[in-house]
């Protein structure tokens, strides 16, 4: 992923992470606006916001207490999605813009906050999907098409998985 500054049109995004103080009192450890980060921007002009991740599942999070320090992995790991453990993130997908087909070994939980977006699965088969639906995109390979003259925004939650396996062979990102 690249760096730039974020096309969309779109409101920013603040992030709120709590957490603990050494004495275990609740506390506000982040509070900003998120940072987008950009996949091909000359292709597909969509930025990817990244909330927060985790390397393991179930989640580590407590290293305020345990180290001293938060470790911001949402910053410090910079790769596509945390096989072993958790990411959360927005996408802001442009007018005319497409995804390639890809799978993730992932449960992903999505939500279209803006807009509509059609998901297409590898068999051709479409839907479009518009503000306020779900997904649960169960390891499928797919792609995202925003066919309307307006940003979109999918909000992703995604969860390690098992890979999903057909005839003995394991289907791999």
């Known amino acids: 992923m690249s760096s730039s500054t974020n096309p969309s049109t779109l409101p920013s995004v603040r992030r709120v992470l709590t957490g603990h103080t050494a004495d275990g009192k609740s506390t506000f450890i982040v509070d900003e606006t998120a940072t987008p980060r950009l996949v091909a921007p000359r292709i597909s002009q969509t930025s990817f916001h990244d909330f927060y991740r985790t390397k393991t599942?179930?989640?580590?999070?407590?290293s305020e207490i345990t180290t001293g320090s938060f470790v911001d992995e949402a910053k410090t790991d910079l790769s596509f999605l945390s096989p072993e453990g958790s990411t959360f993130r927005c996408a802001d997908y442009a007018p005319g813009s497409t995804s390639?087909?890809?799978?993730?070994v992932t449960l992903g939980y999505v939500i279209v906050a803006k807009g509509s977006i059609v998901l297409e699965l590898d068999d051709g088969k479409r839907t479009t999907l518009n503000e306020g639906d779900v997904i649960c995109q169960r390891s499928t390979i797919h792609k995202w098409i925003n066919e309307s003259n307006e940003w979109t925004r999918i909000y992703f939650v995604m969860l390690a998985a098992n890979p999903v396996t057909v005839n003995g062979k394991e289907l791999g990102n």
């Open 57 to 62: 599942v179930p989640a580590l999070i407590d």
């Open 100 to 104: 390639p087909f890809h799978r993730t």
